[in-house]
């Protein structure tokens, strides 16, 4: 999920409409939080905590494949990019189950 921040961080901000801006910023919280997810499902002492982070993760993965579809809409994301990210954030989902 990197390539999502890279391709996010060199977008222009300022030249998009303030809607448009506002999703970029949504899904840029969405990705820290998703790396926090993981990091805490993978730091949990037991199997509960685990499912929960996991859970918390597939949840917050999902909102980050529709803001990425959403945002191709503004040519933020190529369809290229789209497939790309979605076949990710795919695998990290089982990754987590």
């Known amino acids: 999920m990197a390539d999502t921040n890279r391709i996010v961080s060199g977008v222009d901000a ?3 409409e303030l809607t448009v801006q506002r999703m970029v910023a ?5 990705m820290i939080d998703m790396k926090l997810d993981v ?3 993978e730091l949990a002492e037991t199997r509960h905590e685990q ?6 993760a597939r949840r ?6 529709k803001s990425i579809l959403t945002a ?18 795919d695998r990290l989902i089982d990754d987590l189950e």
């Open 51 to 56: 499912l929960r982070h996991a859970q918390d």
């Open 60 to 65: 917050r993965l999902d909102q980050i494949r």
């Open 14 to 16: 300022m030249e998009l």
């Open 72 to 89: 191709s809409d503004y040519g933020i994301f190529s369809s290229i990019d789209v497939a790309q990210l979605t076949a990710q954030a």
């Open 39 to 41: 990091r805490d499902y």
């Open 26 to 30: 949504h899904l840029k919280g969405d």
